[in-house]
T-cell receptor, first 111, second 113 residues
Framework: TQLLEQSPQFLSIQEGENLTVYCNSS?????LQWYRQEPGEGPVLLVT?????EVKKLKRLTFQFGDARKDSSLHITAAQPGDTGLYLC???????????FGKGTHLIIQP | GAGVSQTPSNKVTEKGKYVELRCDPI?????LYWYRQSLGQGPEFLIY????????DSGLPNDRFFAVRPEGSVSTLKIQRTERGDSAVYLC???????????FGPGTRLTVT
């Protein structure tokens, strides 16, 4: 069984600060996705990383896939209240097409 | 273009009743996925279809759960003899084809009383 552990589970910081959230596993994934989910809505895809060591940037968000394709991180620079939400990492691997999700990081950015 | 749509958005039912949840995927997407999200948790995979056939149903918790996609487009998740533990948000996602990025609908919140 593949598991993804996200940390921290909850994070509340002030506007303008930087933060990093982590997604770790003992399993190798062929690809890893990051989603953001708002209350009452479905997850919205932010990025997919495929290659070990890959780094992708989306405005103030930087995503990195570990060299061994077992872990990933999301770094947000100069966080804004609009970044508030539940951030989920999800991996595809083990020959299965259904995604394995972490429990998510609840992020609150206070103005 | 239209995204994934799910109906109803909310469903309240009594323990023991039968429910059907519907998913309309993005037009042209051949793969369709069902997930369940309990409060405070990430989504949990249930089943996925490639075309009309269920390619992987390993996530269905027991035989009370069943899903169909008879024409390779709309899918229905069916739950028999509902239990209070079935209460959750049921999410549907679709992708262009198997192995591609998945796009989620808004979910159906099921409450079993």
């Amino acid at each position: 069984t593949q598991l993804l552990e996200q940390s921290p589970q909850f994070l509340s910081i002030q506007e303008g600060e930087n933060l990093t959230v982590y997604c770790n596993s003992s399993s190798v994934f062929s690809s890893l996705q990051w989603y953001r989910q708002e209350p009452g809505e479905g997850p919205v895809l932010l990025v997919t990383v495929v290659t070990g060591g890959e780094v992708k940037k989306l405005k103030r968000l930087t995503f990195q896939f570990g060299d061994a394709r077992k872990d990933s991180s999301l770094h947000i620079t100069a966080a804004q209240p609009g970044d508030t939400g539940l951030y989920l990492c999800a991996g595809r691997g083990g020959g299965a097409d259904g995604l394995t999700f972490g429990k998510g990081t609840h992020l609150i950015i206070q103005p | 273009g239209a995204g994934v749509s799910q109906t109803p958005s909310n469903k309240v039912t009594e323990k023991g009743k039968y429910v059907e949840l519907r998913c309309d995927p993005i037009s042209g997407h051949t793969a369709l996925y069902w997930y369940r999200q309990s409060l405070g948790q990430g989504p949990e995979f249930l089943i996925y279809f490639q075309g009309t056939g269920a390619a992987d149903d390993s996530g269905l918790p027991n035989d009370r759960f069943f899903a169909v996609r008879p024409e390779g487009s709309v899918s229905t998740l069916k739950i028999q003899r509902t239990e209070r533990g079935d209460s959750a948000v049921y999410l549907c996602a679709s992708s262009r084809q198997q192995g591609y990025e998945q796009y989620f609908g808004p979910g159906t919140r099921l409450t079993v009383t």
